[in-house]
């Protein structure tokens, strides 16, 4: 099985979008829905600007339900004489490519983990030069396909905005949000949530982002619907989705957890009266540069979205 337009979700992967430095990543998925909007379905009314910092909306046609995809990644900020400091979660594994930018130039170097005798670790950054205070640094891309999987750095959440523009070419009425720092404490979902029910009366959500496999969650299951992580999801509107899907004859299967979080996290905090639902597919090797996602379990992903846009 090959993955529909992989260059895309490849493009997607090489653009740096730390937590807190979306402004490269929104810029590119802006300037994509521009060059691609006339072959879709239907043509989506672009928002940003003042108000939304480097969060994107798409409005298509009468929107009823909004979709969520965070574009932020993990990644670590340098420190004092390369010391790094982790955004986000980030597994340290010793040995791992970091890459970023400041102002002398391209910075490239190995994460070391060092210990003292009282067993404290400290990370640094091997590199052939110090890297200024404060830059950001992400894992370098390496992007692999085999017949049944994809493995890269930041399926989480590049994938989900894959997912959301794949979406994108066939949905006639919704919302898309392009979201930031959600790897971070979360940041946008809260105005984004609110122009969106004041300006167009949306007060659904899916969240568009890549889930864990577990014990529960496996590969080759379908896409995963989660019943509850850290939050918990309105009932009702949960079994609406679960009998959509179970309608639809699409290979999908059920996530309860106990810890995690996402955008919806961020609307359940917020006061905004906004039902919200995690969708997505399940990867090994999270907030590692060698995440992995079985392709068919993308394909799940895009259609139920698709499904699930089209009826509620």
């Not at 979700?9 to 802006?30: C, P, T």
């Not at 909306?57 to 010391?83: K, Q, W």
């Not at 905004?272 to 090994?284: K, N, Q, R, V």
Request: with cysteine.
């Amino acid at each position: 099985m090959e993955l529909s337009n992989s260059e895309l979700l490849q493009e997607l992967i090489s653009i740096q979008g730390v937590a807190s430095d979306e402004s490269n990543i929104k810029s590119f998925i802006k300037e994509y829905v521009r060059e691609n909007a006339s072959k879709w379905k239907s043509k989506p009314h672009i928002i940003d600007g003042t108000g939304f910092q480097d969060a994107l909306i798409l409005v298509f046609g009468a929107p009823r339900t909004a979709v969520y995809a965070h574009m932020d990644t993990i990644g670590y900020s340098v420190g004092y004489e390369n010391e790094l400091i982790r955004v986000g979660g980030p597994k340290n594994i010793d040995g791992t490519l970091l890459v970023g930018k400041d102002s002398q130039g391209d910075v490239e170097g190995e994460l070391m983990i060092f210990e003292n005798e009282s067993g404290q670790q400290r990370i640094q950054l091997l590199s052939n030069r110090i890297v200024e205070r404060g830059t950001l640094l992400s894992f370098k891309p390496d992007f692999k396909e085999t017949k049944e999987y994809i493995q890269s750095p930041y399926l989480d959440n590049r994938l989900g905005v894959y997912v959301a523009l794949q979406l994108a070419e066939t949905l006639e009425n919704g919302a898309i949000v392009f979201s930031t720092y959600e790897e971070h404490g979360g940041n946008s979902v809260g105005a984004c949530a609110k122009y969106l029910m004041n300006n167009y009366d949306v007060f659904k959500a899916l969240i568009c982002d890549i889930t864990w496999v577990t014990h529960g969650v496996v590969h080759k299951g379908g896409v995963a619907v989660s019943m509850r992580d850290s939050m918990l999801p309105r009932r009702k509107y949960l079994n609406k989705i679960i009998s959509i899907a179970q309608e639809s004859g699409i290979k999908y299967q059920l996530e309860v957890e106990s810890a995690g979080g996402s955008d919806g996290s961020v609307l359940q905090k917020s006061d905004l009266p906004i039902d919200w639902c995690f969708i997505g597919a399940p990867e090994d090797n999270v907030h590692t540069p060698k995440e992995k996602v079985y392709k068919k379990d993308i394909e799940s992903m895009i259609s139920l979205y698709r499904v699930l846009m089209n009826q509620l």
